[in-house]
C-alpha cells in the first residue's frame, strides 16, 4: 500500500534550491544537530569506512578517513555537496552498500518516513550504524499558537505534523534496527519579532510544504505578528522552541547484545525491593 503524499516534493525541491544560495547565514539549527551527531559518533569505537549522508544540504557533515556518499532532495544542495538529487525516501542502493548513515534536518520534511528508515536499515551493512536529528515534538509551539490566534474560527493547516520522541522510537524498531534510541533536546531562541523567525524558517528550507495552503495575507500576518509580540519578556523577545529528537538504531548483527528472554529472570524485583525497605 503506497502511503498518502503528505508533502509536496516539487515544491520542496523549489523551496531547497531558493534556499541553497545564502543557506550559511541560517545553518545554526543544523549546526546544532551536527554537533550532537559528533558527540553520538564520539561514542563509538568502531571505525567506518563507506558513508552516506542522507539529506546532505551544503556537505557540512564530514568524517575524516571515510568515503562519503551524499543526497539531498534539492539539486543545488546536491551540487554543493558533490553529491546527487533523489528524495531520502527513494535512494537506489544496493543492500548493503554503508558502514554509517546519517540524515540531519531532513526526516521531518519526507513523506514516508518508515519506508525511509527502511530504506537506510537495507543499506546498511551488519553492525552498521544510523544516527538521524530532525525538528519534532513541540517544535515551532509558540509560533502555531500565534497563527491559530491570527486565523480564528478558519484555521489553515500551515504547520507540519510532527513526530515525537516515542514514536521515533518505534520507528526504528519497526524499521528493523537493533539496539534503537531515541532521545529529544529542546533548543530555544529568543525572536526580535515574527518576522525574524519566518526569514530563518526560509532560509533553512523549513517552511510549509503542505499541498494546497493558501498564501499568507498581509492582515493575517499582522495579527500573527501581535500574537507573538505578546508573549515577548521585557527585551521585547519572544522565545521559541526547537524540539531536537535524535535516533540511533544499528542494523542487526550477531555479534550484538541480545535482550534477555522473557521469563528469564532469575531474581525478583518484588524481593529485592523488600529487602531494600
Given amino acids: 500500500m503506497t502511503p498518502p503524499e503528505i508533502f509536496d516534493r516539487a515544491l ?30 564520539g561514542d563509538v569505537t568502531r571505525e567506518f569506512g563507506d558513508v552516506l549522508d542522507l539529506g546532505s544540504f551544503d556537505g557540512a557533515f564530514t568524517l575524516p578517513g571515510t568515503r562519503i556518499t551524499r543526497i ?8 554543493m555537496a558533490g553529491g546527487v538529487q533523489a528524495d531520502e525516501d527513494r535512494p537506489n542502493f544496493p543492500d548493503g552498500s554503508f558502514d554509517l548513515i546519517v540524515s540531519v534536518g531532513v526526516l521531518d520534511q519526507v513523506n514516508d518516513v518508515p519506508g525511509a ?10 553492525d552498521g ?3 538521524g536529528a530532525f525538528l519534532g515534538g513541540d517544535s515551532l509551539a509558540t509560533l502555531r499558537r500565534a497563527f491559530l490566534e491570527a486565523e480564528g474560527d478558519r484555521p489553515v493547516a500551515r504547520f507540519h505534523p510532527r513526530i515525537d520522541v516515542r514514536a521515533a522510537g518505534d520507528l526504528l524498531s519497526r524499521a528493523g534496527f537493533a539496539l534503537p534510541v531515541a532521545d529529544v533536546e529542546t533548543l530555544t531562541v529568543r525572536y526580535a519579532g ?3 523567525l519566518l ?7 523549513a517552511s510549509n510544504l503542505l499541498p494546497g495552503t493558501p498564501p499568507l495575507r498581509r492582515d493575517t500576518v499582522a495579527r500573527a505578528a501581535e500574537a507573538f509580540a505578546r508573549q515577548a519578556d521585557a527585551d521585547g523577545r519572544t522565545a521559541e522552541r526547537f524540539d531536537i529528537v535524535y535516533l540511533t538504531g ?13 521469563g528469564s529472570a532469575t531474581a525478583s524485583l518484588a524481593d529485592a525491593l523488600k529487602a531494600r525497605d
Avoid at 544499528?250 to 522473557?262: E, G, L
Fill in 72 to 79: 539531498d532532495a534539492g539539486a543545488r544542495f546536491a551540487a
Fill in 194 to 196: 515574527v518576522g525574524n
Fill in 12 to 41: 520542496r525541491r523549489r523551496r531547497r534550491d531558493r534556499a541553497a544560495p545564502l543557506y550559511a547565514e541560517f545553518d545554526f539549527l543544523r549546526a546544532h544537530m551536527l554537533e550532537g551527531i559528533a558527540e553520538r559518533l
Fill in 129 to 131: 550504524l544510523f544516527l
Fill in 250 to 262: 544499528w542494523a542487526p548483527d550477531p555479534s550484538q547484545p541480545k535482550p534477555a528472554r522473557r
Fill in 117 to 126: 528508515l527502511a530504506l537506510a536499515r537495507r543499506a546498511l551493512r551488519p
Fill in 199 to 205: 526569514r530563518d524558517l526560509r532560509g533553512m528550507a
